[in-house]
């Protein structure tokens, strides 16, 4: 668990010098309106099921590294974010997806990564991530999916 977060910070904090790398030419553009994006990425529908499967995965979203979730039979929860319990009932699919893509539109420090950040802008990222986005359009939404169910 602490090696999971430890990892996690890791790739996010590694500093890179140079230029900015180009776009993935798959990257679905995204505009956030009152920190909403209430548009799914290049329109793709979510699949709940994946989405649950991601938000464990050390190599996915990695959620529970950082956050508590009502996923009783993972015994390790992070408590570095606040819990995702009864997420749906305090915010809209759309103020959902906004904190998935870019958290640090809401905390310029924030210690989470903007999952679907545009990559061109990143100023910390590792080798593995540089020009990429952590996770893909179709993950987000995916992740987005199951959150939504989190009453
Ligand atoms: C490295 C730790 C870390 C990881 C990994 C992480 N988060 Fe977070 N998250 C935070 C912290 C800390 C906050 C609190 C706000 C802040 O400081 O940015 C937060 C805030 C949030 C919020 C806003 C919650 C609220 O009540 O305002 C959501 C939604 C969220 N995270 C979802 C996720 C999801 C989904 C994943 C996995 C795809 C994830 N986080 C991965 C640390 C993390």
Known sequence: MRLQLLLMLT???????????????????WSMHELAINEPLCN???DRANGLKLVIDTHGGNCLAC???????ETLHGTVGPPLHGLA?????????????????????????????????????????????ILTAQQVEDIVAYLKTLR
């Not at 956050?67 to 039979?73: A, D, V």
């Not at 310029?108 to 986005?133: C, I, Q």
Request: aromatic residues 10%; hydrophobic residues 35%; contains cysteine.
């Open 67 to 73: 956050h508590q979730m009502p996923i009783p039979e």
């Open 89 to 133: 009932a305090r915010m809209t699919e759309g103020q959902i997806r906004a904190h998935l893509v870019d958290q640090r539109r809401f905390n310029p420090n924030s210690v989470m990564p903007g999952f679907y950040h545009d990559p061109r802008l990143a100023s910390r990222v590792a080798d593995e991530y540089w020009g990429k986005t």
């Open 44 to 46: 793709l529908e979510g």
């Open 11 to 29: 790739f996010i904090a590694v500093p890179v010098a140079g230029d900015h790398p180009p776009l993935p030419t798959d990257y679905c553009h």
